[in-house]
C-alpha cells in the first residue's frame, strides 16, 4: 500500500484551493481598483491628486468637494434631470417592450420574423450614425434640448433591448397556462397582466434594470441634445473639464455621486437580477 499517496494528494488539493484564491482575490482587486480608487481620491486634496508618485492613502480626508456639489445648483439640477429623464425611459421602454414583445411570442402574422429581426438589427446600429438624423428630428418637432426628445431618443435605442430580452422570458412560458386563462374566460389584456406579468417578473425587473443603467451612463446624446437646463449627470460632470484648467477635485467626487444610484438599485434588486440572468442562460 502506498501511504505517500495520500498526504500528496492532501497537498495538491490544499495548493489548489490556495492558487484559487489567489486567482480570484487578484481578479476582484483589479476590477474594484478603478472604483477604490475613486473613493479615495474624491478625498483627497488637490495637492495629493497630482503629486507623483501617486498618493493611494490621504494623509488628510476632505469631504469640502462633496459639500461644493450638493451647494452647486447646477450640479444637483443634473442629477434630477438624470433621474427624470433615465426614470421615464426605463417605464416607456418597459411598457412599450411587454406589449411588443407579447406581439412577436404569442401571435402569427405575416412578416412576424422580419418585423422582429429588423427590430433587433436595429439595435446593432451605433448611436454616432443616429446623432445627427436625431438631432434634425428633435430640431424640427421642437423637442431639442426637452426631457422629451431625450427619454424618446434614448427609447430608440434601449426599446429593441427590452423586445429581445423580454421575448425570451415570453417563449419560455408554456403556452399551456396562457390557453388555460383564457378558457377560464381571461380576455388576451388579462391574460398578460394576470398570468404573463407575474410568471416574467424577475426577468423584467433585470431588464428594467440594465435600461436604466444605460439611460443613466449615456453621454453622447446627452451631451448634444440637452443645454444648460437640461443637461444631464454625464455630461454635466464632463463640464469640469475647461480650457484653462480641470477640475479634478470636484470630478471624483461627482463621480462617486453619479454611482450611487445604480448601486443602490442593483443591490436592492439584485435578486432579482441574478435570477432573471440565470433564467435567460438557461434558456
Not at 495548493?15 to 480570484?24: E, P, Y
Not at 427609447?155 to 430580452?165: E, Q
Not at 444648460?228 to 477640475?247: C, K, Y
Request: positive net charge.
Amino acid at each position: 500500500m502506498n501511504y505517500t499517496a495520500t498526504p500528496r494528494r492532501t497537498l495538491r488539493r490544499a495548493l489548489k484551493g490556495i492558487l484559487v484564491r489567489v486567482i480570484s482575490l487578484s481578479l476582484m482587486l483589479y476590477v474594484l481598483f478603478p472604483f477604490l480608487w475613486l473613493v479615495l481620491s474624491s478625498v483627497k486634496l488637490p495637492v495629493e491628486l497630482l503629486s507623483r508618485p501617486p498618493v493611494i492613502i490621504p494623509e488628510k480626508l476632505t469631504f469640502k468637494y462633496y459639500a461644493n456639489l450638493f451647494e452647486n445648483g447646477s450640479f444637483m439640477t443634473a442629477v434630477w434631470n438624470s433621474l427624470i429623464v433615465a426614470g421615464f425611459t426605463t417605464l416607456l421602454s418597459l411598457v412599450l417592450g411587454v406589449f411588443a414583445s407579447y406581439v412577436f411570442a404569442r401571435l402569427k402574422f405575416p412578416g412576424r420574423k422580419a418585423v422582429f429581426l429588423t427590430i433587433l438589427g436595429s439595435q446593432m446600429l451605433p448611436q454616432m450614425a443616429l446623432l445627427i438624423p436625431l438631432f434634425i428630428l428633435m430640431r424640427m418637432s421642437g423637442l431639442l434640448y426637452t426631457f422629451q426628445g431625450l427619454v424618446l431618443a434614448y427609447i430608440t435605442f434601449s426599446l429593441p433591448y427590452v423586445v429581445w430580452m423580454y421575448y425570451s422570458f415570453l417563449q419560455s412560458l408554456p403556452h399551456e397556462i396562457e390557453e388555460a386563462s383564457r378558457i377560464d374566460g381571461c380576455t388576451r389584456l388579462q391574460s398578460i397582466f394576470r398570468i404573463m406579468l407575474p410568471l416574467s417578473a424577475t426577468g423584467l425587473t433585470a431588464t428594467g434594470v440594465f435600461v436604466f443603467i444605460g439611460a443613466w451612463n449615456e453621454f453622447l446624446l446627452a451631451s448634444v441634445l440637452t443645454d444648460s437646463g437640461s443637461r444631464t449627470l454625464p455630461s454635466r460632470i464632463s463640464e469640469f473639464i475647461g480650457q484653462d484648467r480641470i477640475a479634478y477635485e470636484l470630478m471624483f467626487p461627482a463621480g462617486v455621486i453619479s454611482c450611487i444610484p445604480v448601486l443602490v438599485l442593483v443591490l436592492y434588486f439584485q435578486k432579482y437580477i441574478v435570477q432573471g440572468l440565470t433564467e435567460g442562460g438557461v434558456k
